[in-house]
């Protein structure tokens, strides 16, 4: 029991130790009271208050205007590019490329020229995005190839990702054409019910 007491009594001594609280050092006095008014005293640093608005939300300096919004702008105006003056000894395709009654605006159409075996008959259709002849389609649907080289040719339709042949619109064939020198190949309009993307 003896031991039960002097364990309780040490340990009770060693707890109360640890939860005492050391006194620090005793807070500073100054000889000038705190401010509580605002602005602040004037400091030994400039007072970056001076400079600034002294509007809400003060001491923020004023907001800068802004240009926003910007009034309406209007649309650019399609420009076409300049048409090269026409070779007598070079031929021209045109037509109209729509999807429904949409115009198909902002496309490339490549000419791909139609490769045959050594018995003329025409087997593939040869096309290439750096060398291959090409246009953008107009605000109307509208392209035009001018100073094409004579020869069989079909129309390639290019999304910037997928190359597809344009078909004769309503059948499975490829639309193939003969340019001559000289002449200019009408395609009309094109009409699709769904174009690729």
Known sequence: MNRLLLFFVVFSLIGTGACTSIPLAPPIQTSEPASTGYPAPEAP???PAATMDQTYPYPFAAPVQSPYPY????QPVFIPSPTPTKDPTLGIVKGRLLEGKNPVINYSIFLAEVRKDAKGTELAAKFSPVDSPRVETQPDGAFLFVNVVPGRFALIFYT???AFLINIPDKTDPIIFTVDAGETVDLGDLVYDDLPE
């Open 45 to 47: 640093y400039p007072n």
């Open 160 to 162: 910037g990702l997928n």
């Open 71 to 74: 009034p309406d702008i209007e």
